[in-house]
């Protein structure tokens, strides 16, 4: 049900079966739906109404741009009447006023009524034509992509009526199309001939989708896909990727055998090296292996030879493979300066036996080493020339560079400088403090200068120190009224009091900063007709369209001019071949008049032309030539029209498409012939193409396959000529192609010349020449001895004498003599050592180095100083732990003390146990601290925090830095100290003071704001002075200080502690103050170590932790001699998301997200639920542990001391240390034996007898 709002008193009646309804037309307000899920309200304009014989009336509604339809209620809700049931009500309409064809289209609507709907016609301008819908103008037939792969589609008419006309085009061959369907486009590749002479050709897959997949493969087996093949590949043809002095040789020239190039040195032809450049000279001397004072001489710098090299000293000591030594009495090595400019030497031991034990040490900078120069490291920041709240950076601390440190500010300040302190700004705007699309300027960007930005809007609005306020809109809180709208042009909170107020009713009424005034008498502007009175009873801008007016007649109407009579058939409503009749011309009497067909009595309409018969080939629908004929000619029946051609094709309700030529687009291509046998619209893809040279040759729907030369192509290679004898289809591949000197191939390119002296056919040293090259001419090429032209043959080597000794084949170095040059005399050459050593039709072997067989044994080198042949029994066996013990022509003695060379380093003892050369690398090196390593110095000390194990935000301290005692580092959050994890960063530190408090810059100008670095409060804050030692806790600091202010030193520790000195004039009077416990003391650091150990007990690595582990030791050992007690949360006993604390004696894990849950000795339990009072809040205090088994009860929590057996139901215990000691098992105390409820009872008993003898008296 919709409900209906009438507000003009138009009525329309019109009667249904026994039923009279009675709407108001003219303006409806209605809730209305356009689709089903879709509803709105709006102002209709006035409405036609359709009536029909149905339980439900339905309306449609009809505007330019919509139809919509609205149920009405059912006809029991309307009064009734006894009008005739036949009447009916009609309502018509030109479908083409809501223009519902295509842009550029034609829309005729032939019978506008309303029983004849969707029969408008649209047409295009190239005659294509539509009922009903617009028309489809143009079909391009490739957007379907008809062609497929490897195709281009070209459609020439794009005509929704001018189908199968695309042409499909091959992309490798332009000249190969068809019309309305693929070409044909494979073709082998191979044809083409596209490898090179020799090589052999195949297309696996012949096809226009599958190219470049042919191969060309070579008859040594290298093949290349899609080009020709590159048979062959000398690596050396390059020349220069050997080296000088060096000879390229590579075994196999095939592509596919690549990197197998050999390159040998000409001076050893034992040295070489395969795919790269050999190394011919290796000079051992380079390395300096004898020291800055002796000389160095490689005897054979060959790279098979070495630890030949001798050091001479100036004294003529020579010593071959190591240092000599010059002076076997004592050998001070500093004598050599062995460290280099800038550092000292110190030789501890100059006994000869001691090498390499002098020790170099930094004259500028920091660092020392043994037995090399020191790397020396001078860090110009070690000394902080930057400030404070700057960090430093040496970009080089190399020992003479000064002055390239920078000084960077810390954020938020900007600036540095390198060689000195930097000037710190402060831009204020970089913190964004301004609105979203607001500007911020700093004028003065300097730390002292705070809260001086300004904030501008971009409507010229501004504020300084904050954001602005730029938009006020003076209409939000409706200053206007009822009935008026308001309106702010300009919003800016600088532009007020112009917003301005309009009428609803009368927008010229308007006024500005205050409401308007909007009443009005609507006679005034004299709405009703000449004659007519008219009267505004209310004349309120919300009382509108209420006025009346009135006919002499006695005829009113609301809101509008009434209308007092008229004959309705006056305008001629019914049209051309209808007659009007208007049974009662009363004004008070309308839309009653009737239209009544003229040729047709029976067919009439009320309040509107009827709809009249016609006959629709009247309007000549069909095109030229064709037929019309319309064989019912009833308002029913409709587009039953025919349009029928000469050639009998017909088209029911539209013109008929008489003919299509298809040979019109060409579809057979150049050299055929098409012919359309029969060109009626219903007879396609019956064209022919016949080929023009062949009429036989022909094809239907598509080109034909005709007959071409096939040296158009060009298959024969360069030079040659091809001929194609016969030029038919069925004679392919016959081609001829001729080189010109008689050599001929069919089908395919020919080889014309091939030279048999390019395969070297002669062997080494004989020439050979091809008097004939031709590819017919083989066998005759002719070989000719290099010593005797005579000597030839024919299609072979020749039999040549030659000197044997011309080709080089003795060695490098060896002298070569062929005493008889004959061809039956071979393999008699000589070679010759230049140590005489001979040997007879071979390389002779000059050198015998005798280390080879391994004569000296283990832990011994072996050097043979001359390796000739004939020079034996001279080589030199060295001891490889001492040099110095050499034995020539067998093995040496060995055996020494290690522990001679001080490998431990300083402050170390070494031992040697067993002195023998079987038992090497066997010493130890003992630490004082009884650290030892064997074979190597020990690591005596290992600060772990100098890895920087914690997180950002964290300190690091490790309690025992001996190297056996590891994991034991302590991390500590900066910003609350409570927070530690040991072996581990904490993580999740809470977000320091310096961020979080310094952030509203509380210390002032010429001050930097940190966090405390020993407050357990994360809150806290310290102002630093700049330039100088003064601080002040959570408040700016007194910077102006007079001189001899003994502060100004720092004599307090900067980081708990604030100075002050009462008298500056007098030293040693001021004051240190501890920031957390108030602890003093004058003159001297006041001790704030027992002020904060109970807050810091929990890092496991303050005082009190410190405090049982001294005391466990005592306890266990009177004499202090036992080892301190170990680590216990080194094994991680509390797992993930727990930290551990390790307290001595016992150890504590406590949740990482609640610090509130807590457990000695045991992993915590942290998943608690939300009604467990224990993670509420610390209710149970330091070192106690918090339970609650019952979560849903009130203070049944129970509080267990850490370091006594001390628990309490409901609230903390008060003082651990009164049980502190407690046996849990017999419940004595230590002094005396007694248990603590005897000594609680004795009290008890006293107080009840004070209190009798008190009521005594």
Not at 875 to 898: H, M
Not at 1054 to 1065: A, I, L, W
Not at 1169 to 1188: I, P, Y
Request: with cysteine; glycine share 8%.
């Amino acid at each position: 049900m919709v409900p209906l709002f009438a507000t003009r008193t138009n009525v329309l009646r019109c009667h249904v079966g026994q039923v009279r309804l009675v709407l108001t037309l003219c303006r409806l307000r209605a809730r209305f739906s356009t689709t089903p899920a879709r509803v709105r309200t709006g102002w209709l304009p006035p409405v036609v109404l359709l009536c029909a014989r149905t339980t439900n009336v339905w309306l449609r509604l009809v505007e330019p741009d919509r139809l919509a339809t609205i149920q009405m209620l059912p006809p029991t809700h309307f009064t009734t009447s006894s009008a005739p049931a036949t009447m009916t009500c009609h309502c018509d309409k030109d479908e083409c006023a809501s223009m519902p064809c295509g842009t550029g289209q034609t829309c005729v609507d032939p019978v506008q009524t309303p029983s004849s709907l969707l029969d408008y016609t649209c047409t295009c301008a190239n005659g294509v034509v539509a009922t009903g819908s617009a028309a489809v103008c143009e079909n391009d037939e490739c957007v379907a992509a008809p062609c497929g792969t490897g195709q281009t589609c070209n459609d020439p008419n794009v005509a929704a009526n001018s189908l199968h006309d695309f042409e499909c085009t091959c992309d490798n061959d332009m000249t190969i199309k068809k019309v309305d369907g693929p070409a044909t486009c494979d073709k082998d590749e191979c044809v083409a001939m596209p490898c090179g002479a020799g090589q052999t050709c195949n297309d696996p897959v012949q096809t226009v989708g599958s190219l470049l997949d042919y191969t060309c493969t070579c008859a040594n087996g290298v093949s290349s896909v899609g080009a020709s093949a590159v048979c062959e590949n000398d690596e050396c043809a390059g020349g220069a990727v050997c080296g000088m002095d060096q000879t390229c040789n590579d075994p196999n020239v095939a592509a596919n055998s690549l990197h197998d190039f050999e390159c040998i040195c000409n001076a050893d032809m034992m040295v070489k090296m395969v795919d790269g450049p050999a190394t011919c000279v290796d000079d051992e001397c380079a390395t300096s292996p004898c020291g800055m004072t002796q000389t160095c001489t490689d005897l054979n710098t060959s790279p098979m030879s070495t630890g030949d090299f001798e050091c001479e000293c100036g004294n003529g000591v020579k010593a071959t493979g190591m240092p000599a030594v010059c002076n076997m009495g004592t050998n001070d090595e500093c004598m050599t300066m062995p460290c280099g400019t800038g550092q000292s030497c110190l030789d501890p031991d100059t006994t000869a036996m001691s090498l390499l034990d002098f020790v170099c040490s930094c004259v500028t900078g920091v660092g020392n080493n043994v037995g090399s120069p020191a790397a020396c490291v001078d860090d110009e920041c070690a000394s902080s020339p930057c400030g404070s709240g700057q960090t430093c950076v040496d970009a080089d601390t190399s020992v003479g560079s000064t002055g390239d440190f920078t000084c960077t500010c810390t954020s938020p300040k900007t600036g540095s400088a390198m060689g000195s302190a930097a000037v710190c700004a402060l831009d204020e705007c970089s913190a964004a403090p301004c609105g979203a699309g607001q500007t911020c300027d700093d004028p003065v960007k300097l730390p002292s200068s705070l809260l001086d930005y300004t904030c501008s809007c971009s409507n010229g609005a501004m504020a300084v120190g904050a954001p602005a306020s730029c938009d006020v809109d003076e209409c939000l809180p409706s200053p206007c009224g009822t009935g008026q709208t308001c309106s702010d042009p300009n919003t800016a909170s600088n532009s007020l009091h112009d917003f301005e107020c309009v009428c609803d009713n009368d927008m010229t009424l308007r006024a500005v900063d205050g409401p308007a005034t909007c009443s009005k008498d609507e006679c005034a502007s004299m709405p009703c007709g000449m004659g007519q009175t008219c009267n505004d009873p209310s004349p309120t801008p919300s009382s509108l369209l209420d006025y009346t007016c009135t006919c002499g007649n006695g005829v009113v109407a609301t809101g509008a001019a009434a209308v007092c009579d008229g004959d309705e058939c006056a305008n001629s409503p019914c049209g051309s071949g209808q007659t009007c009749s208007d049974p009662n011309t009363a004004s008070n009497s309308l839309h009653d008049f009737v239209c009544t067909c003229d040729n047709d009595n029976s067919l009439t309409r009320v309040d509107g032309p009827a709809t009249c018969d016609k006959d629709e080939c009247a309007s000549m629908p069909c095109g030229m030539g064709q037929t019309c004929n319309d064989p019912k000619k009833e308002f029913g029946s409709l587009h039953d029209f025919t349009c029928t051609c000469g050639n009998g094709v017909m088209t029911t309700g539209a013109s008929a498409v008489c003919e299509t030529d298809e040979c019109a687009a060409m579809p057979c291509g150049t050299g055929q012939t098409c012919n359309d046998p029969n060109m009626a619209t219903n007879s396609l893809h019956d064209f022919e193409c016949v080929c023009d040279k062949d009429a036989s040759l022909k094809a239907v729907d598509g080109p034909a396959t005709c007959d071409k030369d096939e040296c158009v192509s060009m298959p024969c290679g360069a030079g040659q000529t091809c001929t194609d004898p016969v030029q038919s289809l069925q004679s392919l591949t016959d081609f001829v192609c001729d080189c010109g000197n008689g050599v001929t191939a069919i089908g395919g390119a020919a080889v014309c010349e091939v030279d048999e002296c390019l395969a070297s056919p002669c062997g080494l040293g004989q020439s050979c020449s091809d008097p004939n090259i031709a590819a017919n001419k083989l066998h005759d090429f002719v070989c000719t001895c290099p010593n005797d032209a005579s000597l030839t043959a024919i299609d072979g080597p020749a039999t040549c004498d030659k000197d044997e000794c011309k080709y080089n084949p003795c060695g490098a170095g060896q002298t070569c003599q062929d005493p008889t040059l004959t061809l039956q005399s071979t393999h008699d050459f000589v070679c010759t050592c230049s140590n005489g050593v001979t040997a007879t039709g071979a390389p002779a072997s000059c050198e015998k180095d005798e280390c080879e067989d391994e004569p000296c044994g283990k832990q011994q080198t072996c050097n043979d100083p001359n390796k000739a042949a004939n020079v034996l029994h001279d080589f030199v066996c060295t001891c490889d732990n001492f040099p110095q013990l050499t034995a020539v022509d067998g093995p040496a003695t060995c055996d020494k003390n290690e522990c001679a060379g001080n490998p431990c380093g300083m402050d170390q003892q070494c031992n040697d146990p067993v002195q023998t050369l079987e038992s090497l690398h066997d010493f130890t090196c003992t630490c004082a601290n009884g650290v030892s390593a064997v074979n190597v110095a020990a690591t005596c000390e290992l600060n772990e925090c100098d890895a920087d194990p914690c997180g950002d935000g964290e300190t690091c301290s490790d309690p025992d830095t001996s190297f056996v005692v590891q994991h034991n580092f302590v991390c500590r959050c900066k910003s609350d100290l409570t927070k530690t994890k040991v072996d581990g960063p904490v993580g999740n530190c809470p977000m320091p003071g310096e961020t979080r408090q310094c952030a509203a810059m509380p210390c002032g100008p010429g001050q930097t704001c940190s966090a405390s670095s020993d407050s357990s409060s994360s809150s806290d804050f310290v102002c630093s002075c700049d330039g100088s030692a003064i601080t002040k806790l959570n408040g700016p600091a007194n910077c102006a200080v007079p001189d001899g202010d003994e502060c100004l030193l720092a004599p307090c520790d900067v980081g708990s502690q604030d100075c002050m000195d009462p008298n500056p004039s007098q030293s040693g009077d001021f004051v240190c103050t501890c920031r957390y416990g108030g602890n003093t003391e004058t003159g001297a650091s006041a001790d704030c170590g027992s002020a904060s150990s109970d807050s810091r007990s929990n890092s496991g690595s303050g005082s009190d932790s410190n405090t049982n582990s001294n005391s466990n030791s005592m306890d266990s050992d009177s004499t202090g001699s036992s080892p301190p007690t170990p680590n216990s949360c080194k094994s991680k006993p509390c797992g993930d998301e727990q930290t551990c604390s390790d307290y001595g004696e016992y150890f504590v894990c406590t949740c990482d997200d609640n610090e509130n849950l807590r457990k000695k000795d045991g992993r915590a339990e942290c998943s608690v639920g939300k009604d467990n009072e224990c993670a509420r809040s610390n209710l149970c205090g330091e070192k106690q542990s918090c339970e609650d088994k019952d979560e849903g009860g009130e203070e049944n929590f129970v509080c267990s001391c850490w370091e006594s057996d001390m628990k309490s139901t409901g609230s903390a215990v008060d003082n651990c240390r009164l049980g502190a000691g407690n046996n849990s098992d017999d419940d004595e105390d230590d002094d005396g034996g007694i248990p603590w409820w005897v000594w609680l009872l004795v009290a008890l008993g006293a107080t009840l007898l004070t209190c009798a003898m008190y009521a005594g008296y």
